[in-house]
């Protein structure tokens, strides 16, 4: 099949139109120029997409840690308004804060999760966290079901025996500072109390990270 430049520019047109800019991160599409430049396999890849209709077909990294003893019945919880956000954390942006929130304000159960491959000795950095992440994403938990835990922490010791060995990531809300710094929240262990805090999400997971989930 004979490409022509014409046919080119029309497809590279056409693919300019049915993208939504708005949906792919600024550090997105830096990772993408730079690796352009610097990727060689890029190029096969893509062939392997546009021959593929464009369709995407995810492998599924997201696998239970099977620490049973941990799955906690949690009650319906409502998901943090903006307003309510910033009052604790005042970096946020004032509009459009939060990117995303799709997790759960029905009961559920916390089961702990991740999406490391059995053979990975090292943790995986953000742009690859979020992509393993996506297949499942509508499972993980949030800002809401973390602070939950943290406030009646002393009523699961299957929760406590974990302090100082593991954090629980909650990545089903991806917040936005005003420097455009996206961030998740954790319960991680503070001497020998749980505490809620926020990291960005460029910091991928570790090696001692747990996803919850439900």
């Not at 954390?89 to 999406?115: A, N, Q």
């Not at 949030?142 to 943290?150: F, K, N, S």
């Not at 025996?161 to 629980?168: A, V």
Request: aromatic content about 12%; charged content about 25%.
């Amino acid at each position: 099949m004979n490409n022509t430049l014409e046919k080119r520019f029309q497809f590279l047109l056409a693919l300019g139109t049915v993208i939504g800019w708005d949906d792919i991160p600024s550090e997105q599409m830096d990772i993408f120029l730079s690796a352009c430049a610097d990727d060689p396999t890029l190029r096969e890849h893509f062939a392997i997409f546009s021959k593929n209709g464009f369709r995407m077909k995810m492998p599924n990294f997201f696998r239970d840690t099977e620490e049973i003893a941990i799955q906690i019945p949690l009650p319906p919880i409502p998901c943090p308004t903006l307003p309510q956000l910033r009052k604790k954390f005042s970096w946020i942006k004032e509009s459009d804060g939060i990117e995303y929130d799709i997790s759960s304000m029905e009961p559920t159960t916390l089961k702990l999760g991740t999406v490391l491959m059995l053979n990975e000795t090292e943790g995986i950095k953000g742009v690859e966290y979020e992509w393993r992440l996506t297949p499942n994403i509508h499972l993980c938990l949030g800002y809401q079901h973390a602070v939950w835990l943290a406030e009646h922490q002393d009523e699961f010791p299957s929760l406590v025996q974990f302090l100082g060995k593991i954090y629980i990531d909650f990545p089903g809300i991806v917040v936005v500072s005003a420097e455009g710094d996206r961030r998740t929240f954790a319960l991680n262990g503070l001497e020998d109390r749980w505490v809620v805090y926020c990291h960005p999400i460029r910091d991928g997971l570790r090696q001692t990270g747990r996803i919850a989930y439900s």
